[in-house]
Nanobody, 121 residues
Framework: VQLQASGGGLVQAGGSLRLSCAAS????????MGWFRQAPGKEREFVAA??????YYADSVKGRFTISRDNAKNTVYLQMNSLNPEDTAVYYC?????????????????WGKGTLVTVSS
């Protein structure tokens, strides 16, 4: 599976962005999908995941971010609202047959290249 993330950019605090991750190569519906982020000087952290209908969120983004998937387009989205400077990071999408791997952040089958999100104060 090849994953291509897009949609990052510069936004002011309080603004919104929508990230997309297009998957190709294998049956998209076979995989749970997730988003991670890595801020400068910090470790990569889990943001959100979605399996076959259920969304999961890190506490830090719950109520502000929404993950969704369009199986017809082989794409997973991350709608980010009420952004703040602490959300500044490179965002990565991930795919795995087991959503538990994504939730734990290890043994993940596939990673995409990141897309940079910068939130100015």
């Amino acid at each position: 599976v090849q994953l291509q993330a897009s949609g990052g950019g510069l936004v002011q605090a309080g603004g919104s962005l929508r990230l997309s991750c297009a998957a190709s190569g294998r049956t998209f519906t076979s995989y749970a999908m997730g988003w991670f982020r890595q801020a400068p000087g910090k470790e990569r952290e889990f943001v959100a995941a979605i399996d076959w209908g259920n969304p999961y969120y890190a506490d830090s983004v719950k109520g502000r971010f929404t993950i969704s998937r369009d199986n017809a387009k082989n794409t997973v989205y991350l709608q980010m609202n009420s952004l703040n400077p602490e959300d500044t990071a490179v965002y990565y999408c991930a795919a795995d047959s087991w959503v538990a791997h994504i939730l734990r952040g290890n043994n993940i089958d596939y990673w995409g290249k990141g897309t940079l999100v910068t939130v100015s104060s």
